[in-house]
């Protein structure tokens, strides 16, 4: 074999030189051609064997080439043209309202973007449905308005995903992930799909996941697998005042917006005006929506001679003040504010002024059936009559929202403005605690206390508390039987007194009843409330001051720390009164602003080291972190604020925990009516609750009624309205008020004082699923109104009876019932 060298590789041969060129041959740089090249190190691992043939470059990375944009024509689009496929992809398919200037940014942006193919091809159509989820991923409301930046943030992102008139989808376009957001980690995992590599499990989620309102802030799927997911607890979640969404409902949007502002302790002057108006502008939306405020199409098309008495009765109508100047000697209706004229005399107060009232003949409608004090908003139907001397005549701002209107107007009847049942408002038909529920009109997209709306996980959430809750009855005869409700039970303590040593022994003889329950059958939370001290000890009221103060709920650490079973798997609420600290070092015992906030960790940190102490033993972890690990989720102490709301499954069960003596308030404030006589009548059918319990009733077994429509009512007679006790009484008459007023402090500022920016806690609407009033200067009770369950378990010791402890034990969904026990 003949062996050929390369001519570059053989020796080459040392040519004479002459001593003058020697040194400058040697020292000449070589070409560039033969210098050696700087690669770039590369990343990869090099095969240890030549048979990986390991390549000398490495691969580069995919990397997906950006797509050429298809030169579109414009055309000028008109809205008229767009309107029919705005509706069906806007009101019909998503229930959203488009305005006209939305309209017309949507036909202009479609038109730059899509061309004459905008129909033919579908591109309008998928256009509008991007735009649509992104409107409600950004909770933009029902109505979508043209000059909003909401619309024109999303058209522009919109905009460079558009190649074509077509919605680019993947690592460069828009993601169904998240409609319009793209995470940048997820870049690198959506191009291994690519490659047909698996990505990562945060890459695979299911499609249009968050699309709804209320969406993003609840972590769960349809059918959870992991344990600490089947707990009930779970989904229990307590909402502080201060903590909650501020919404303000727009009359000429008909709709509730969030109010973005910073809320203050110390506003200006004009927040009162806000928040009046606010009230006011509720109740007035909620009594138009009701049936005996709307006017019928029917009625209105026949003639005058057709229309009988008996139908006009049917239909009322709300005047304003302003409007009752020069027509003296007529009839209507008003809806406002009773208030108190500088002068003493009452009067009443909307949005556009205020006159002076007589009610030395008003009747209440039902008679005596609710209570009236000055703050509270009413209906009053009556005669305006004019006089030629009074305090103010015509309009003027010397008084009043809108000014005094000269004369009085002469009340016949009062009564409280109708509540509107929960699912009304909601827009929810169908059986209660149903799984199929068919969703309409009202409320449901808006997510009133930031845990989703009704629309959005309404569903999801009743299917899963069928799951958890709602399991069939085990066949197992060996198995131990859980009480009644088991998990599903909420027990409500009324005042506990800790400066009282036998509220402790009362507290150890409820919390023993419970502890004894079979494993997994314990209730799944516990709701105490103060006042925890009987004076405002904070003011150095009564005997002692802070250090007695904490002493009170070290003393009270001790007793929970007998129950491990019970601070391993509930949760302990404690809801503070006006006694107790920081607000009593001012207040002095007297009523103080509302809402107010929880007690002080300072006076707190033991318990809440007794609950650490407990699930650490166990080998539970802390709630918020029962994931890590996989363990599961202990018990926990929650400090929340006066009012506040416990959700249970989402907007599914809606709790509200209040405490105030508002009875007694009520009785002190209320404005006296004429009684009417025993031969008009009876008027307490359409109002008639039941479920309140005789104080003779004390037995553990006695379960209270619910709604009157819930079952058959027999006919009442004079005979049997007499038999009704006056503890029964009170409780109808002081729910029908809370409920019907939609508010929790219907006073005077004078009387109940209250933050005005956070006055949106206070509100009852939607109404809730339950409340529970503890209200020491009322009999305790457990009543249904309007499909609301309210119940007050009054003080945990009986007043007048020793040695008997009192509570309320409450099942999600099926009502509560009074207990007591002795101890």
């Not at 809205?79 to 509706?87: C, G, S, Y």
């Not at 003393?555 to 600290?581: H, K, Q, R």
């Not at 107010?596 to 318990?607: D, G, H, M, Q």
């Not at 404005?671 to 008027?683: A, C, I, M, P």
Request: charged share 20%; glycine share 10%.
């Amino acid at each position: 074999m003949m062996i050929i060298n390369s001519p570059r590789k053989s020796p080459a041969k040392e040519a004479p030189t002459s001593p003058e060129r020697g040194p400058s041959r040697r020292t000449k740089p070589k070409a560039p051609f033969f210098a050696p090249k700087n690669l770039a190190q590369s990343s990869a691992i090099p095969s240890s064997s030549p048979a990986f043939a390991t390549p000398v470059h490495p691969l580069k990375p995919f990397q997906a080439p950006a797509p050429a944009k298809s030169a579109i024509l414009p055309i000028i689009l008109p809205p008229a043209t767009l309107r029919p496929l705005a509706f069906r992809t806007f009101t019909k398919k998503h229930s959203l309202t488009l305005t006209s200037t939305a309209l017309q940014e949507l036909a202009t942006f479609i038109g730059r973007h899509c061309g004459s193919g905008w129909r033919e091809e579908g591109l309008a159509e998928k256009v509008l449905e991007e735009v649509s989820r992104s409107w409600k991923n950004r909770n933009g409301g029902v109505i979508v308005d043209g000059s909003s930046p909401e619309l024109k943030d999303i058209l522009k992102t919109l905009e460079g995903n558009l190649s074509g008139g077509k919605i680019m989808t993947g690592p460069r376009g828009v993601s169904r992930q998240n409609s319009l957001l793209l995470e940048p980690s997820q870049d690198a995992e959506n191009s291994k799909t690519r490659l047909g590599l698996r990505p990562a499990a945060s890459a695979l989620s299911r499609e249009d996941s968050q699309t709804s309102f209320g969406m993003s802030v609840l972590d769960f799927a349809e059918e959870p697998e992991d344990d600490t997911l089947n707990d009930v607890r779970r989904w229990l979640k307590v909402l502080h005042a201060f903590e909650q969404p501020r919404y303000t409902y727009n009359v000429a949007k008909k709709h509730f917006e969030r109010d973005t502002s910073r809320p203050s302790l110390l506003p200006s002057a004009s927040h009162k005006t806000d928040a009046f108006r606010n009230r006011f502008n509720v109740i007035h939306q909620r009594l138009l929506r009701n049936e005996s405020f709307q006017t019928s199409a029917v009625a209105g098309a026949r003639g005058a001679a057709r229309k009988t008495t008996s139908e006009a009765m049917h239909t009322h109508k709300i005047t304003p003040i302003a409007n009752l100047l020069g027509r003296h000697g007529s009839h209507h209706m008003l809806l406002g504010m009773l208030v108190v004229l500088p002068t003493g005399s009452l009067a009443i107060s909307d949005l556009t002024g205020t006159i002076t009232l007589d009610l030395a003949d008003a009747i209440a409608i039902p008679e005596d059936s609710a209570w009236f004090t000055p703050g509270m908003i009413v209906l009053i139907d009556g005669v305006y009559e004019e006089e030629e001397e009074t305090a103010g005549k015509g309009l003027s701002g010397s008084s009043g929202v809108g000014g005094t209107i000269g004369g009085r107007f002469q009340g016949f009847f009062i009564g409280q403005p109708p509540c509107e049942k929960r699912r009304a408002t909601l827009g929810v038909s169908g059986l209660d605690g149903g799984p199929d529920h068919t969703i309409g009109g009202g409320f449901g997209w808006i997510d009133f206390l930031g845990v989703g709306s009704e629309r959005a996980v309404g569903t999801r959430m009743r299917r899963l508390e069928q799951r958890l809750l709602r399991q069939p009855i085990s066949l197992d005869e060996s198995a131990p039987v859980a009480p009644a409700g088991g998990r599903s039970r909420v027990v409500i303590l009324g005042e506990l007194n800790l400066d009282q040593p036998r509220s402790l022994q009362a507290l150890k003889k409820i919390l023993g009843l419970y502890a004894s329950d079979p494993p997994g059958s314990t209730p799944m939370a516990f709701v105490i409330t103060g006042n925890f001290a009987a004076h405002a000890v904070m003011a150095r009221g009564g005997s002692g001051g802070s250090i007695e103060y904490k002493e009170f709920f070290d003393a009270l650490s001790s007793t929970l720390a007998d129950y491990p079973t019970l601070l391993t798997t509930a949760s302990f609420i404690f809801v503070p009164g006006d006694n107790d600290g920081w607000v009593s070092a001012f207040g002095g015992g007297a009523v103080v602003p509302l809402p107010r906030k929880a007690v002080p960790e300072l006076f707190t940190s033991r318990i809440r080291r007794v609950f650490a102490a407990a699930n650490a033993e166990a080998g539970l972890a802390a709630p918020g972190v029962a994931a890590d690990g996989g363990k599961k989720m202990g018990g926990e102490a929650v400090w929340t604020t006066n009012p506040s709301r416990m959700t249970v499954f989402g907007p599914e069960h809606e709790i509200v925990l209040f405490r105030d003596d508002i009875s007694a308030r009520l009785r002190r404030a209320a404005v006296r009516l004429t009684s009417k006589g025993k031969g008009d009548g009876e008027e307490g059918e359409d109002v008639a609750m039941s479920g309140a319990l005789p104080p003779s009733t004390t037995g553990e077994d006695d379960i209270m009624d619910l709604d009157p429509d819930s079952q058959p009512q027999p006919a009442k007679t004079a005979d049997n309205a007499e038999k009704v006790p006056y503890d029964t009484i009170t409780a109808r008459k002081l729910v029908k008020t809370l409920l019907d007023q939609g508010y929790l402090a219907p006073f005077r500022q004078a009387a109940r004082p209250v933050h005005w920016d956070y006055a949106t806690p206070l509100h009852l609407y939607p109404l809730p699923t339950a409340m529970v009033l503890v209200d020491t200067s009322a009999p305790p009770f457990c009543v249904s109104y309007e499909g609301c369950h309210v119940m007050n378990p009054g003080s945990v010791l009986v007043t007048g009876r020793k040695g008997v402890a009192r509570w309320v034990e409450y099942e999600l969904g099926k009502g509560g019932r009074v207990r007591e026990s002795t101890f």
